[in-house]
C-alpha cells in the first residue's frame, strides 16, 4: 500500500507558470489566425509558422547542446506527431477558421482534451480518476456554452466544422504520441523534430506561402512571425516541459480554459462583445478545470505514471 510519504509530489510552481504561457499564447493563436488568415491560405499560413518555429527551436537545441539519439520506436512517435500536430492540425485549423468564427472554432477543437483524457486512459494506462472525467464533462458543457454564446448555433458550412473537427483529432493523437517520446528525449529536441517534420510535412504549400508573401501587408507577415515564435515556438516547449511532468489527460482538461481567454482577446482586440452565456461558459470551464485537479484519496494511476516521468529532462 502507497502511503502519504510515498506519493509522488505534484506540479511544482515552474509546471503551473508554463501551463500559464501555454494556454495564454495558444488562446491568442486564435485572433491572430483569424486576423491573418485573410492574407494567407490556410497552409500557406501552417507551412510560414512552422519554418519561423523550426528555425527558433534549433537555436535553443543547439544553444542546449544535448542531443539523445531516438530509437525507432521514438522516431515513429516523433514523425506521427509531428506530422498529426505541427501539419495536419495547423493546416486544418486556419482552414476551419476562414469559415467558421473564433468561438465557434475554439469549441469544436476543444473536443481534444477530452480525446487526449481517454485515450491517455486506454493507451497510456494513466487510467481516468473520478475526477479527471467530472471536470473534462463540466469543462465540455463550458465550452459549449462559449460556443453557443459565440455564435456557435449557426455552425456555417460543412466543410469548416469538418475540419475544426479533423483539427480536434489530430491535436489528441498529437498528444498521445508526443508523451511517450517525451519519457526518455529531451523536451527541446522534440519539440523541435516535431515542428521540423510538421514543416516538411507542409511543403507542398510552398508556393502558396511565396505567393501570398508577395501580396500580404506588414501586418500580415508579423502576423505569421508571431504564430511561429510565440503559439509554436515559446507555447509548444512550455507545454512539452509540462507534460513531462504531469498526466497528459489532466494537462489536456486544463486547455479547457483556452477558449474563454479567447474570448476576452476577440473583445480587446476585434471589440466584440461577448454574449452573457459565454461569459456563463468561461465561469463553467474554470469550475470543470478546478474541479479536474483534485485528488482522490486513494492514489490514481495517473499519479503512478506522473511520478514515473516526473524527472524527464531535468
Do not use: H
Request: with cysteine.
Amino acid at each position: 500500500m502507497t502511503t502519504a510519504a510515498q506519493r509522488p509530489a505534484g506540479p511544482t510552481p515552474l509546471v503551473f507558470i508554463a501551463i500559464g504561457v501555454t494556454i495564454v499564447a495558444w488562446a491568442s493563436a486564435f485572433i491572430v489566425i483569424r486576423g491573418t488568415g485573410q492574407y494567407f491560405s490556410g497552409g500557406a499560413l501552417a507551412l510560414g509558422r512552422l519554418v519561423v518555429g523550426t528555425v527558433l527551436l534549433g537555436i535553443v537545441v543547439l544553444i542546449g547542446r544535448r542531443w539523445v539519439a531516438p530509437n525507432r520506436r521514438e522516431w515513429l512517435q516523433i514523425i506521427g506527431f509531428g506530422v498529426l500536430w505541427f501539419g495536419g492540425y495547423n493546416v486544418a485549423l486556419n482552414t476551419a477558421e476562414q469559415s467558421l468564427d473564433a468561438g465557434t472554432t475554439a469549441m469544436i477543437v476543444n473536443i481534444g482534451p477530452i480525446l487526449i483524457a481517454l485515450g491517455a486512459g486506454v493507451f497510456l494506462r494513466e487510467g481516468i480518476p473520478k475526477w479527471l472525467a467530472i471536470g473534462a464533462g463540466v469543462a465540455f458543457v463550458g465550452v459549449v456554452l462559449i460556443g453557443l454564446g459565440t455564435g456557435g448555433a449557426e455552425l456555417g458550412n460543412g466543410a469548416g466544422v469538418v475540419l475544426a473537427l479533423i483539427a480536434a483529432i489530430t491535436y489528441a493523437a498529437g498528444v498521445l504520441l508526443q508523451k511517450p517520446a517525451l519519457k526518455r528525449l529531451p523536451n527541446a529536441q522534440v519539440t523541435w523534430l516535431g515542428c521540423a517534420i510538421g514543416m516538411v510535412a507542409c511543403l507542398p504549400f510552398a508556393g502558396d506561402l511565396v505567393r501570398d508573401i508577395q501580396v500580404a501587408p506588414p501586418a500580415g507577415i508579423l502576423g505569421v512571425l508571431y504564430l511561429g515564435a510565440i503559439p509554436t515556438a515559446l507555447a509548444f516547449s512550455t507545454w512539452a516541459y509540462a507534460l513531462s511532468r504531469m498526466p497528459a489527460g489532466q494537462l489536456g482538461v486544463s486547455t479547457y480554459i483556452v477558449p474563454p481567454l479567447a474570448v476576452i482577446l476577440g473583445l480587446i482586440v476585434f471589440g466584440e462583445v461577448p454574449a452573457v452565456l459565454a461569459v456563463i461558459g468561461g465561469v463553467v470551464c474554470l469550475v470543470g478545470v478546478a474541479l479536474s485537479r483534485r485528488r482522490s484519496r486513494i492514489p490514481e494511476p495517473d499519479e503512478t505514471v506522473s511520478g514515473q516521468v516526473k524527472s524527464v529532462a531535468e
